[in-house]
């Protein structure tokens, strides 16, 4: 559990992280706490998700496999943990 407080869908006027959560949703039946954890500024939050995506999902020369254990790697020698 992160320390930062989370917001919640209707504690955002703009309507972004009710978008946005619906979109994890869909894709992963939950919203990730990475992403709750970036909820306090959801301005910048889908931008965030459009990069991750790319990188992530899009056109590429390393399989989605690949990807993710370069993800898993950079966070192992970062110290990250989730």
């Given at each position: ?73 950079t ?8």
């Amino acid at each position: 559990m992160s320390w930062i407080e989370h917001l919640r869908e209707d504690q955002d006027a703009s309507g972004i992280l009710e978008r946005v959560y619906a979109g994890c949703r869909s894709r992963a039946g939950e919203v990730a706490e990475i992403i709750q954890v970036m909820s306090p500024r959801p301005d910048l939050l889908e931008p965030f998700l459009e990069l991750y995506l790319r990188v992530m999902r899009g056109p590429s020369e390393l399989s989605r496999a690949e990807r993710e254990w370069v993800a898993v790697l950079t966070s192992d020698f970062n110290g990250c943990h989730y």
